[in-house]
């Protein structure tokens, strides 16, 4: 019988199932951070449970991180508690923790895939919604609940109902200054922000095909704004060249107890190469066979995406960014309101306050090299202020190596310190009431990053336009 590769990863996963129930779900890789964590170690404290497989569950701190002067100690209580819980339960339970700091730190669905500890085939979950972001790699990816949390590093299992499942194809070829996330931005714009509401999506088509990792990361990491539970691309050589060399890729590397980080990883020995390439062998099986059915399916030409932004406030609200705000319905006009927008407005020309690249959609190395290669040999424009950070220190380190720094400080532009950031303003890093913030990162919500604050979602390379000249910009003029 055919089958989709989320029907074999799930069935690989069954513990057992309940009758009339949900199904339990074993769970190879568990995420956390300092916001979700603590009430879930609370109630295994109170129960006298330790974590059942520690070796599974990783830890770093991100979304209270400041993004400024990491080397010296938090002053806001509210930031450093979280933190400062974090480090204890992970060391009071051997779980592996990546502090400030720490060359393996970062936001938590950028240091998975970097550190090699997002794989194909593998069930993942976080405290955190955009844990999608992982399906990037061909896994089952998403987010919990904090209850759910507390299941997970007890039993290293999870009950789940299986959801229904969605394709989304995307053929042709994408444009000039057309990025992953204009390609996600498009897709949302199309289905709205239920479209996808009780499926887990498969990306397929030559587009995903084309893409690099990170930029499937990007598009992964957004399913959840159109509903969706979760969405994959299947692994392949694009997904096993990205792999090959990091650091807990391989099984050895995972079983290492201990709750510090030793983030070397050093040349691979010939038994380690074999181990991989036995890995990829059983990755390579990773796919959904050519006649397997779905629930819902949908194909998009890649040809006629443009780099997009959004209007309103909530992600579906997209158009090109030379396009027109359209006519909407109740609650869109209340979007348009909080915005100060109106209908039959151009995109083009509109003011911009701040500029924010960053977050675990666009905080990686890519991100970076391209806004960077936009505002190479130009001036960051007076009247705005632009925050750039890093996804993790690895992305803050390339970018140093890569002598983009340079280009950065040239053009008039000041780079941050690994952290959520202004994503969800969870930090310091909030954009003020009433300005207009354009942001790289995933949610456009009412006060998302700042009290007041009026979000409009891009690329980097819409951002970069924007960043030089303060105003909406089509970057291919």
Same mark, same amino acid.
């Given at each position: 019988?055919?089958?989709?590769?989320?029907?074999?990863?799930?069935?690989?996963?069954?513990?057992?199932?309940? %009758?009339?129930?949900?199904?339990?779900?074993?769970?190879?890789?568990?995420?956390?951070?300092? +916001?979700?964590?603590?009430?879930?170690?609370?109630?295994?404290?109170?129960?006298?449970?330790?974590?059942?497989?520690? #070796?599974?569950?990783?830890?770093?701190?991100d979304?209270?991180?400041?993004?400024?002067?990491?080397?010296?100690? *938090? @002053?806001?209580?509210?930031?450093?508690?979280?933190? @400062?819980?974090?480090?204890? #339960?992970?060391?009071n339970?051997?779980i592996?923790?990546?502090?400030?700091?720490d060359?393996s730190?970062? *936001?938590?669905?950028?240091?998975?895939?970097?550190?090699?500890?997002?794989?194909?085939?593998?069930?993942?979950?976080?405290g955190?919604?955009?844990?999608?972001?992982?399906?990037?790699?061909g896994?089952?990816?998403?987010?919990?609940?904090?209850?759910?949390?507390?299941?997970?590093?007890?039993?290293q299992?999870?009950?789940?109902?299986?959801?229904?499942? /969605?394709?989304?194809?995307?053929?042709?070829?994408?444009?000039?200054?057309?990025?992953?996330?204009?390609?996600?931005?498009?897709? *949302?714009?199309?289905?709205?922000?239920?479209?996808?509401?009780?499926?887990?999506?498969?990306?397929?088509?030559? +587009?995903?095909?084309? /893409?690099?990792?990170?930029?499937? /990361?990007?598009?992964?990491?957004?399913?959840?704004?159109?509903?969706?539970?979760g969405?994959?691309?299947?692994p392949?050589?694009?997904?096993?060249?990205?792999?090959h060399?990091?650091?807990? $890729?391989?099984?050895?590397?995972v079983? %290492?107890?201990g709750?510090?980080?030793?983030?070397?990883?050093?040349?691979?020995?010939e038994?380690?190469?074999?181990?991989?390439?036995?890995?990829?062998?059983?990755w390579s099986?990773?796919?959904?066979?050519?006649?397997?059915?779905?629930?819902?399916?949908?194909?998009?030409?890649?040809?006629?995406?443009?780099?997009?932004?959004?209007?309103g406030?909530?992600?579906?609200?997209?158009?090109?960014?030379?396009?027109?705000?359209p @006519?909407?319905?109740?609650?869109?006009?209340?979007?348009?309101?909080?915005?100060?927008?109106?209908?039959?407005?151009? /995109?083009?020309?509109?003011?911009?306050?701040? +500029?924010?690249?960053?977050?675990?959609?666009?905080?990686?190395?890519?991100?970076?090299?391209?806004?960077?290669?936009?505002?190479?040999?130009?001036?960051?424009?007076s009247g705005?202020?632009?925050?750039?950070?890093?996804?993790?220190v690895?992305?803050?380190?390339?970018?140093?190596? %890569?002598?983009?720094?340079?280009?950065?400080? @040239?053009?008039?532009?000041?780079?941050?310190?690994?952290?959520?950031?202004a994503?969800?303003a969870?930090n310091?890093?909030?954009?003020?009431?009433?300005?207009?913030?354009?942001?790289?990162?995933?949610?456009?919500?009412?006060?998302?990053?700042?009290?007041?604050?009026?979000?409009?979602?891009?690329?980097?390379?819409?951002?970069?336009?924007?960043? $030089?000249?303060? $105003?909406?910009?089509?970057p291919? +003029?």
């Open positions: 019988m055919a089958k989709t590769l989320f029907d074999k990863i799930w069935e690989a996963h069954i513990v057992q199932e309940l %009758e009339n129930g949900p199904t339990q779900l074993y769970i190879d890789r568990h995420f956390i951070h300092e +916001v979700t964590s603590p009430q879930a170690f609370g109630g295994l404290d109170k129960r006298g449970v330790k974590v059942f497989r520690p #070796n599974q569950t990783f830890a770093t701190c979304h209270n991180t400041p993004t400024l002067n990491q080397d010296k100690p *938090i @002053e806001d209580p509210s930031c450093r508690v979280p933190i @400062e819980t974090l480090a204890a #339960n992970c060391k339970h051997g592996r923790y990546f502090p400030l700091r060359p730190n970062g *936001i938590v669905h950028v240091i998975g895939p970097e550190q090699g500890i997002t794989q194909p085939g593998m069930t993942i979950v976080c955190d919604s955009h844990t999608a972001t992982h399906g990037a790699f896994a089952i990816a998403f987010g919990i609940g904090t209850s759910e949390v507390e299941m997970v590093l007890a039993t299992t999870l009950l789940q109902n299986k959801p229904k499942q /969605m394709r989304i194809t995307v053929n042709g070829k994408l444009g000039k200054c057309v990025t992953p996330k204009d390609v996600i931005l498009y897709i *949302i714009s199309k289905l709205g922000t239920s479209g996808g509401t009780g499926y887990f999506v498969e990306y397929a088509g030559e +587009v995903f095909e084309n /893409m690099s990792m990170e930029g499937r /990361m990007t598009v992964c990491n957004m399913s959840i704004e159109m509903g969706a539970r969405g994959f691309v299947a392949d050589s694009t997904t096993f060249n990205y792999l060399g990091r650091k807990y $890729v391989l099984q050895s590397a079983s %290492e107890s709750p510090q980080s030793d983030s070397t990883a050093g040349e691979w020995s038994q380690q190469e074999a181990e991989f390439k036995a890995a990829v062998e059983k099986k990773l796919y959904s066979d050519p006649d397997a059915k779905f629930d819902k399916e949908y194909l998009f030409d890649g040809a006629e995406i443009e780099p997009m932004v959004t209007y406030t909530d992600p579906g609200r997209g158009v090109a960014v030379t396009g027109t705000i @006519e909407c319905d109740e609650s869109g006009k209340k979007g348009l309101a909080y915005m100060g927008f109106a209908a039959g407005e151009k /995109m083009l020309g509109k003011k911009v306050d701040y +500029v924010f690249v960053g977050s675990c959609t666009n905080g990686r190395i890519e991100d970076f090299r391209a806004f960077a290669n936009y505002v190479k040999g130009k001036k960051k424009a705005v202020t632009v925050w750039l950070v890093p996804g993790s690895e992305v803050e380190q390339k970018i140093a190596a %890569e002598g983009l720094d340079k280009i950065l400080h @040239e053009a008039g532009f000041e780079l941050r310190q690994p952290g959520c950031s994503c969800l969870m310091a890093d909030k954009v003020p009431s009433g300005a207009y913030s354009l942001s790289t990162s995933n949610r456009n919500f009412e006060g998302r990053q700042g009290q007041g604050a009026r979000t409009m979602l891009c690329s980097p390379i819409v951002a970069a336009a924007a960043a $030089v000249t303060g $105003v909406i910009t089509d291919r +003029v």
